[in-house]
Each structure stands twice: as C-alpha cells, then as structure tokens.
C-alpha cells in the first residue's frame, strides 16, 4: 500500500538563478515560470494518522487489521494471521478480503512465503482433510514470494465450517520435502464479517 518525489529539478534551477539575484538587487521580480517550480512543501502523515494500519481487533485466531481514515470515515479492514512452522517461527502470512459483487471469487487472499520456496511446486490449501486446492505464486519481491488467489463462495463457506486449514510449501533447496503450515479457522466468520470491499486489490 508510497510514492516519493524529488526536488533535483527544483535545486538545479535554484542554483541557475541564484547567482542573479546576488548580483542585482534591483531586478524585477522572479519570472512566474520559475516560481511555479519552486516546491511548496507537502503535509507529512503522522505516525498513528490517516493512512496507517493498524490491528483494529482479534475475533479467535484472525486478526483484523484497518486502515485509519480521517474521522466520520469508514476503515477498511481486511483478516490476517500470521502462520508459523512446529518450531514457533513465522514462516508466512495471510491476508484476506472481500471482493466486489458480480464475479466468480467473492473474497481474495495474499499469501506471503520466504524467498527459499519452490515456486513451480505451487502453494497448496487443504481444508479439514477435504481435497486439496493449488494455486500459483504471481510474484516475488525483496521480502517473500506472493500468492494472490481467489476464493468462491464454496471456498469461504469451507472456511467457516472448517476447524483448521493447511498451507503446504516445498522448499527450494529441498524439493523432496514439504513444509506443512496450520491456518487456524478459530475466528473465522466474524472476522470474515468485518472485513471491507476491496475494489482494487494489489
């Protein structure tokens, strides 16, 4: 969920004109043009302001993070749990939304793995021992590999009754092997009904 803008242009033509107005205190007033370069500055979000997210509250095992929005205004939320291997560390996490009417998918999920999974092994979801469901990785950044997945309405339906799902990742240097990752559905439903429409998912 930032963009950065420079000022190079501004300082160049700060450091063009400059010697100018040193020179000759009794010049006319600085050309319209140039002044429209200069950069008027931009208001700096606070830490805790509009635009931050945030862990809103916990239903069971289902965190339910938001955006903070300016006030009178409805957050956007979204479920996350992170998921940890049998030792106790994080291994990945999953972020899920709905999505608008009209399509075959009522909710998407983001699921993040570490950079070490195999990716043409694919991401596989099984749910309470039901038949497994696999899905593809789309894009992988400095931090992790990234699944953007649809779910139906059976999917979710599965969900909410469901007690536990498994993610299941094959690590690169082992493609032998399996890594098997518990996702707790404790929770499940009411944080699926809290969370918001997302019209442009990313």
Do not use: H
Not at 21 to 40: C, K, V
Request: aromatic share 6%; net charge negative; glycine share 8%.
């Amino acid at each position: 969920m930032p963009k950065f803008l420079t000022t190079i242009s501004t300082i160049a033509l700060l450091a063009m004109t400059a010697p100018a107005f040193a020179q000759d205190t009794t010049a006319p007033a600085a050309d319209t043009t140039a002044e429209e370069e200069l950069s008027l500055g931009q208001e700096v979000t606070e830490e805790g302001g509009p635009g931050t997210p945030y862990v809103r509250e916990k239903e069971g095992d289902w965190n339910l993070e938001c955006l903070r929005v300016e006030e009178g205004q409805d957050e956007p939320c979204q479920m996350l749990q992170p998921l940890n291997d049998a030792d106790g560390n994080q291994v990945a996490n999953v972020r899920l939304f709905r999505l608008p009417d009209g399509s075959q998918a009522i909710a998407g999920a983001l699921i993040a793995v570490p950079l070490e999974t195999l990716l043409t092994a694919q991401l596989t979801i099984t749910v309470d021992g039901a038949k497994p469901k696999r899905y593809p990785f789309s894009v992988c950044d400095r931090l992790g590999c990234y699944a953007r997945i649809g779910l139906t309405a059976a999917d979710i339906g599965a969900y909410k009754k469901g007690a536990k799902a498994t993610l299941t990742l094959v690590p690169f240097v082992a493609p032998d092997q399996k890594v098997e990752l518990p996702m707790s559905l404790s929770g499940f439903t009411a944080a699926y009904d809290k969370t918001t429409t997302v019209t442009d998912p990313q």
